[in-house]
Each structure stands twice: as C-alpha cells, then as structure tokens.
C-alpha cells in the first residue's frame, strides 16, 4: 500500500523576520526527491544580502523578546507546541518528501520536536543567578544569567525538525534570538517550523529561516552581531567553522558525528539485542544517524548466533518507496552520499577489511532511480580498518568479536569519535562498570531511548563539545555576569 497525499512543495523557504522570500541572491537549489531522484522544487538560497537582513531582523528582534517575561516566553512557546502536534502530519508528509524518510518513522520527528518544545517551555521563567558571597565577607556578589543575543544556528539534512526543537527552542526559552540555516535538501520542515512559531505569537525575527549557499553561511557565522554558533554536521565542515570562530573568538556548540559501539556481552537477551541492532543501525533513518550503533560488538561465545540473527533480521527489514507505511527503510539522501557509501564499502572488500555477509550494492529495479543502497553487514572486521573507524553515515553495519571486558572496552573506546554507546546484558553491576569506562557521551543500556529532551547530549573528540538537552543545553546560551557591591 502506498499512501497518497499532497505531493506538491511549499514555494517560499525564507523566512526574514514575517515575510516569506521566493527569490534571494543566492541562486536556486534544485530539490531532488530521494526515492525518485527527480525533481520537485526550485529552492530559494539567501545570499550575503538576506543574511544581513535575517540578522538585523533578529537583532531588532532580541530587544523586545530578552525584555519579555519569562513566564510569557514560556507560555508562546507552549503554544507553538501545540501547533507542532497540530501540524504532526503535515511535518510527517514533509519529512517523506524532502528526506525520503519512511512515512512510519517520519511521525516520530513531530512528536520528539514537541517534547523538547515543552520541556524549555517550562524553564523559561526558572532562569536564575545565585548569590556567591561567603560569611562572613565586606562584599556582597551575585550573578546575572543573560542571553547572548543573536545565534546563528546551522544543522544538517538528517532529522531536521528534531535539530530545531534542540537548538532552536533552549535559544529562545533563554531569552535569545536565531537565524537558522537548515540544509538547502531539507528545507520544507524548517519553513513550516518558522511560519508555526509566527502563529504562536512569537514575534517576528525571532526565528528567521534561511536555507542559503556557502556565502550565506559565511556571513552568519562572521556577522559581528551574532554572538554564538550551534551547528549539527560533520568534521569537515564544523572545521571550518571553527576557523571562523577562532579567528573572532566566538564560542560555538558542535554536535558532530558518531561510530557508536554496541556491546553484547553473553548473557544478554540474545533475540532482544538483535532486532536492537539491526534496526538500530542499518534500518533507521538507513543509518544516518550520527548516535546509531553502527559497531557491534559481540562476545565470542555467543558471536556465531548473533550474527545469524543480526543478518536475518536485516533481511526482513521492509525497504522501498517511503509513502508506503509498510517500508522501514529508505533511500539515502542523494546520489552522492550513495556513491560515498557504496565506495566505502567497496574499499573495505578490496582491503579485507571483514567478511561481507549481507548487502553491499545499489537496488535496482523499480527502485533503480531512487537512492537506496542495501542493507549492509561485515562480520569479522578489523577495529581498525576504515569501515571500523570512520563514520559511514549510512545502512552500513561491522560486527567485532570480543572476549573479555578489558578488550571490549579498548575496542569500543579505539575511534576518534565519542558520541554514544550501547551495552546490552542482564549484569547490571557490569553494565555501569562498562559505562564508566566508555569514552562517549552517553551510554543506552539495554534499548534505554535516544535524546530525551531532559537529559544532556552531546559528544567527545570527533563528535564534538557542549551539550543540548536538560539543564546543561539552557546554560549554553546563558553567559553570566557577576556583580559585586562593597559593604
């Protein structure tokens, strides 16, 4: 079955304080359909000109938002969570259309958008400094929590809607303003996004939306007016970033990739800790997650039949036309990063990286004009081969054989990156040991979900520092002020 609805695309993707721009100075964006590979949209990209506008725009903006109450900030935010779960299927349609994402996970990003929504709705009036003297002292100190003022915001294709309800809402829950820039491949959620939080009452230049070309970027992230960066992408491009803001000593929040380990000890559940991997790592999203478990780690006695598990349940996975809500797994986003992947896993054949159990190819067929590269599976590889130790960033999963705590851990721990970890067992006590010793930033035990907006997230190394979720993602648009009177 497939399902059929509105397949057409909104036309206005800028969003400059309330005016919605359908042409801008930095070209067009041809929009490409993931499953079809055809076109569906001419995108509108701001250039250097409607940057400068977006900024000035959430300039004049942040005197009136910083000034609000807390608690009024609160309530519209409240408010443009209603309208996220209002709006749930339209994002979820969008989602199908930009991304290819499968229509069954594509409802999950309203629901998760929302949550995070809520969660920095309620601190919005809870921001507070603290007095810092001691007694007895001849000074009376305290300190000021205040927002930043404008942030420039940058984040990927993958998940866009659940990159804004991260970023975007602790920013304006503390008193800031944005300009976002989403990537010119998705752009349909992002404009939706912006237009609901008008609805709201969210007063305009609040958030302004712009997909943009390199220029754009550029400008935002070296415009003097705005004071912080959070991007969400690769290394490659968060480098360059992080050049521009070293040279104007401009703090930024980078949350990067990920190859996350994904420990199977003897005594797990075994049926449980498959279906957990399999989906997890070729099957959502088609692996373009950067906290999927994507190295799987298994001990040696029970190595055989996880892998015949593993492989069989890849098998089973539903994989095709994205409208269908039968279908788990999609294409890719495009034509490029089904080449980037399939090279990777051509290398990693040709060097004898590990054993190519499953998949490894383009899909033909009635999908041979889509993106959609198989469900793939290495058993036996090599830690430190390049399918081990880079990030694929697609429907790619190694599988590695331990024996002991001691060398699972340095496994787990020997890449360059250090965004998430799994461990799947019935030893409690061992479970935490393990965590302790994984150098990530968090650890799931046991299928324990992703990105709860209560709990900070975030990486280490290649995967990038500060954090979003919980207390510690309001604090990193907060700077404090101390103030000190003499008694």
Known sequence: MTIEFDSTCPKGCLLIGDKVIEKASGGVYTHINPATGLAQAEIPLAGASETEDAVAAASAAFKLWRQMPGRERGVLLARLADLIKENASEFQRLAVLEGGTPFSIAASGAGIAEEWTRYYAGWADKIDGQVVSSFPSDEFIYTLPEPYGV???????????????????????????????????????????????????????????????????????????????????????????????????????????????????????LDVAAQHAAMMSVGLLSGQGCELPTRLLVQDSVYDEMVEKVVAIAKSLPIGDPRDPNTFIGPVINEEACDRILAMVERAKLAGAGRLVLGGERL?????????????????????????????????????????????????????????????????????????????????????????????????????FGKEGGRPGLDEFIRLKTVSLAQ
């Open 151 to 269: 942030i420039g915001i940058v984040i990927t294709w993958n998940g866009p809607l659940i990159s804004l309800g991260m970023k975007v809402i602790p920013a304006l829950a503390a008193g800031n303003t944005v300009v976002v820039k989403p990537a010119e491949q998705t752009p349909f959620v992002a404009a939706l996004f912006g237009q609901l939080a008008l609805q709201a009452g969210i007063p305009p230049g609040v958030i302004n939306i712009l997909p943009g070309a390199v220029e754009s970027a550029q400008t935002l992230i070296a415009h003097p007016d705005v004071q912080k960066v959070s991007f969400t992408g690769g290394p490659v491009t968060a480098r360059k970033i992080l050049h521009q803001c070293a040279e104007l000593l401009k703090p930024s929040v980078m949350e990067l990739g990920g190859n996350s380990a994904n420990i199977v000890v003897a005594y797990a559940d």
């Open 364 to 464: 033909g067929g009635d999908l041979a004009k889509g993106f959609f590269v198989s469900p793939t599976i290495f058993a036996d590889v090599d830690p430190q081969s390049e399918i081990a130790q880079q990030e694929v960033f697609g429907p790619v999963l190694v599988i590695q054989k331990f024996s002991t705590e001691e060398e699972v851990i340095e496994i787990a721990n020997s890449t360059q990156y250090g965004l998430g970890g799994y461990i799947q067992t019935n030893d409690l006590k061992r479970a935490h040991r393990v965590a302790a010793a994984m150098t990530t930033g968090s650890v799931h035990i046991n299928g324990s979900r992703n990105i709860p907006a209560h709990a900070p997230f975030g990486g280490l190394g290649l995967s990038g």
